[in-house]
T-cell receptor, first 113, second 112 residues
């Protein structure tokens, strides 16, 4: 069974540009999460989808971040326009309905210059 | 005060030693406690989780939770060089599909 996959693995963009990160959860997992780790800090929760619906987006830093999960399968996280402080590693995780275990992808390393 | 405190290390021990990794937390509403292992350039991998206070054992790994002290521990027996990684504690309020609150992680090095 394939795990959680994320694309790209690394992205370098200039301040003011737009970047879209993609996450493909484990097949059949209704719950999808986005997290971010800024250098020197802990991994922080951004938001949670149940199928295609946003269940909790309390961790989204501001309105420059837009997450979507059309059709309840893969998800995208768009940052527009990117700022220097958006640099970090963005992780996606998924879990089955009713189960505690969250399975993480390898992350996308975003560098904003 | 951060919600979850974890010493980032590095913690370096000789092969075969017993390793103790710890986290403290401030929010008494946390009920589920997890330990993740993360190798360099990889995503976190769930090792164990416990509900409320008590111990849980899985092979060489033992997780302990003391809710009265707001203190959780992970013990690794007979440590191996392959155990070298960053260990992250994480916790959540309920048994539903909440987002996790993480510690910073402890970088563990097992010396052959």
């Amino acid at each position: 069974e394939a795990g959680v996959t994320q694309f790209p693995s690394h992205s370098v963009i200039e301040k003011g540009q737009t970047v879209t990160l993609r996450c493909d959860p484990i097949s059949g997992h209704d719950n999808l999460y986005w997290y971010r780790r800024v250098m020197g800090k802990e991994i922080k929760f951004l938001l949670h989808f149940v199928k295609e619906s946003k269940q909790d987006e309390s961790g989204m830093p501001n309105n420059r971040f837009l997450a979507e999960r059309t059709g309840g399968t893969y998800s995208t996280l768009k940052v527009q326009p990117a700022e220097l402080e958006d640099s970090g590693v963005y992780f996606c995780a998924s879990s089955q309905a009713g189960l505690l275990e969250q399975y993480f992808g390898p992350g996308t390393r975003l560098t904003v210059t | 005060q951060k919600e979850v405190e974890q010493d980032p290390g590095p913690l370096s021990v000789p092969e075969g030693a017993i390793v103790s990794l710890n986290c403290t937390y401030s929010n008494s509403a946390f009920q589920y406690f997890m330990w993740y292992r993360q190798y360099s350039r990889k995503g976190p991998e769930l090792l164990m989780y416990t509900y409320s206070s008590g111990n849980k054992e899985d092979g060489r790994f033992t997780a302990q939770v003391d809710k009265s002290s707001k203190y959780i521990s992970l013990f690794i027996r007979d440590s191996q060089p392959s155990d070298s990684a960053t260990y992250l504690c994480a916790m959540r309020w309920g048994g539903g599909a909440d987002g996790l609150t993480f510690g910073k992680g402890t970088h563990l090095i097992i010396q052959p």
